[in-house]
């Protein structure tokens, strides 16, 4: 999946970053989008690397892999900070796109019209222009909101299955009373 993201209308969705920008604090949101979104990016690629059975009806079934790689492309308007000319960056294996003196929404079009198969691409924005360009060239549409809820949805339920692993290692740690012993005894030698 490629997703080409129209950063900073996505920072507004997310308030503790949307307070940094009105005090002012580019950086702090920019880093704040980036994290957020390798989180997101580390959590799509875990989920979708869990084994999985390959005969669904039973029977002996043999364990594959699923891989789906998560291509994120992040776009920024202007500079990456003040005096810095880089236009381009990498990030938790994100592409990260500075604007300079053009928009983020130029360089998102760029990228649409020189991918090969722009169908391929899902844009985030809920700029009008930006996503009627994207579905006159086919791409799938994500509006910021969306996209967003997805991002805090993902985040959660990978810390909620660590949360879960590490309550159950304390859980094969912690010693048994007597009584829970016995039955357990009682039913092993079944």
């Known amino acids: 999946m490629i997703y080409l993201v129209d950063a900073f209308n996505l920072i507004y969705k997310f308030p503790e970053l949307e307070e940094h920008m009105a005090r002012g604090q580019l950086p702090e949101a920019m880093n704040g989008i980036t994290e957020l979104l390798a989180q997101y990016k580390q959590s799509r690629e875990s989920a979708t690397n869990k084994p999985r059975s390959a005969k669904p009806g039973g029977g002996k079934s043999k364990t594959r892999r699923r891989q789906i790689a998560t291509e994120l492309h992040l776009f920024f308007d202007g500079k990456r900070k003040r005096g810095d000319e880089t236009r381009r960056s990498t990030h938790a294996g994100m592409q990260l796109y500075y604007s300079q003196d053009l928009s983020a929404d130029h360089l998102i079009r760029e990228f649409i019209g020189r ?3 722009p169908a391929d691409i899902t844009v ?4 009008k222009q ?3 360009f994207a579905r006159l060239h086919k791409c ?3 509006l910021s909101e969306e996209f967003a809820e997805a ?3 993902a985040i959660e339920e990978k810390e909620g299955q660590q949360e879960g692993e590490r309550m159950g290692d304390e ?3 912690k010693p048994s009373d007597p009584d829970t012993d016995y039955w357990l005894e009682q039913f092993r030698q079944r």
Request: a positive charge; proline letters at 5%; hydrophobic letters at 40%.
């Open 115 to 117: 991918h090969p198969t």
């Open 124 to 127: 985030v924005s809920t700029d």
């Open 130 to 132: 930006i996503r009627e």
């Open 140 to 142: 799938k549409r994500v």
């Open 151 to 153: 991002v805090l949805g």
């Open 171 to 173: 859980a094969v740690a």
